[in-house]
C-alpha cells in the first residue's frame, strides 16, 4: 500500500495540535477486511498503540485519542507525538512487515477488534 498523503497536522488557536486518521482507499479497506479487521478509528487507534509499544516510543501517553467510528482523532499540546504518528502511519502502509508486527502485537495486547 502506498502512504497516505492526507495526514494533515492542524493547529488549533489554543488548542495545540490535532490529527485525523482516516483512510477509504480501497487499498486500505481491502487489507483490514482480509485481516478481519473493522478498518475505521478503533483499528488505527489499536496499530498506532502497537506501534508505539514495538518501538519503545512512551510519548503516547501525550496525546488524546477519539476513535469515532470511521476515523481517529489525535489531539496533542505539542507536534512532535502527531508527526510520529503521522510516520507510523505511513510506515505501516508502506512497509508489509511493519504492519504485520503492529496487527500481531495489537491482537496479542487485545488493542485490536
Known amino acids: 500500500m502506498n502512504p497516505n498523503p492526507e495526514l494533515v497536522i492542524s493547529k488549533a488557536p489554543g488548542a495545540g495540535y490535532f490529527l ?3 483512510d477509504h482507499r480501497d ?3 481491502e487489507f483490514f477486511e482480509s ?3 473493522q478498518g475505521g478509528g478503533p483499528t488505527w487507534l489499536g496499530l498506532i498503540t502497537a506501534a508505539f509499544e514495538l ?3 512512551n510519548s ?3 496525546m488524546e485519542m477519539d476513535d469515532e467510528g470511521d476515523g481517529l482523532l489525535i ?3 505539542t507536534e512532535q507525538p502527531l508527526t510520529t504518528v503521522v510516520s507510523y502511519v505511513n510506515r ?3 512497509e508489509p512487515g511493519f504492519m504485520r ?3 500481531e502485537k495489537g491482537l496479542d495486547a487485545d488493542y485490536l477488534e
Do not use: K, Q, R
Open 27 to 29: 487499498e486500505v479497506i
Open 55 to 57: 518501538d519503545g516510543n
Open 20 to 22: 485525523n486518521i482516516y
Open 35 to 37: 485481516e478481519d479487521l
Open 75 to 77: 489531539s496533542c499540546e
Open 60 to 62: 503516547l501517553e501525550l
Open 101 to 103: 508486527a503492529c496487527i
Open 92 to 94: 505501516m502502509l508502506a
